[in-house]
């Protein structure tokens, strides 16, 4: 089971870190990843970091403002999201179990972003 949280509304220009809590089972030989459905929009892929940390991969549109980071001692994954922009307003979700953004097999409950411009 994956637990999204962090999510609210924030200014545009803010900062918001989102988290995603595994429980039920060991993700920390998976890879992880963040999606994220804007309003009226198709779901669409956000970050990825592999199960050791090493490798990450971003989206253009989040490239440089965002960051994705994990704690496998606490099977958490991380969003950090800076310089926030009214389009990255969306319902996020983590998903363990995929390849940057490909398919995935694990799924969260989304968090909400609402960025204020």
């Known amino acids: 089971q994956l637990q999204a949280s962090g999510g609210g509304l924030v200014q545009a220009g803010g900062s918001l870190r989102l988290s995603c809590a595994a429980s039920g089972r060991t993700f920390s030989s998976i890879n992880m990843g963040w999606f994220r459905q804007p309003p009226e929009k198709e779901r669409e892929f956000v970050a990825s970091?592999?199960?050791?940390?090493?490798?990450?991969y971003y989206a253009d549109s989040v490239k440089g403002r965002f960051t994705i980071s994990r704690d496998n001692a606490k099977n958490t994954v991380y969003l950090q999201m800076n310089a926030l922009k009214a389009e990255d307003t969306a319902v996020y979700y983590c998903?363990?179990?995929?390849?940057?953004?490909?398919?995935?097999?694990?799924w969260g409950q989304g968090t909400q972003v609402t960025v204020s411009s």
């Open positions: 970091i592999s199960w050791t940390g090493g490798s990450t």
């Open positions: 998903a363990a179990g995929g390849y940057r953004g490909g398919q995935y097999n694990y």
